[in-house]
């Protein structure tokens, strides 16, 4: 069974940082590309980034090329997402995603 499970979100300052995690299971994480998405109020749910099998980073959104990173441990097979300076617009429920499923999203929220 395919589990995607994300933590880390939280409240945080403008010009901040925070790390959100995916642990994944049910599949061989390790040869499958994986990839962020975030949900702010009232609007669609839009890709962030994608992370290769092999650490590529392919399609990083340009709202936060710069700013975010994305990284994958194909031994503890998690992927994570490294947020800094962050803004007040990047408030959203983050989710993981890999072959068509979610994880159940963790929200962050930035406000001084």
């Known amino acids: 069974q395919v589990q995607l499970v994300e933590s880390g979100g939280g409240l945080v300052q403008p010009g901040g940082s925070l790390r959100l995690s995916c642990a994944a299971s049910?599949?061989?994480?390790?040869?499958?590309?994986m990839s962020w998405y975030r949900q702010a109020p009232g609007k669609e749910r839009e890709l962030v980034v994608t992370?290769?099998?092999?650490?590529?980073?392919?399609n990083i959104a340009s709202s936060v090329k710069g700013r975010f990173t994305i990284s994958r441990d194909n031994v503890k097979n998690t992927v994570y997402f490294e947020m800094n300076s962050v803004k007040p617009e990047d408030t959203a429920v983050y989710y993981c995603?890999?072959?068509?499923?979610w994880g159940q999203g963790t929200q962050v929220t930035v406000s001084s």
């Open positions: 992370i290769t099998s092999s650490s590529g980073v392919i």
């Open positions: 049910g599949f061989t994480f390790s040869t499958y590309p």
């Open positions: 995603f890999w072959g068509g499923r």
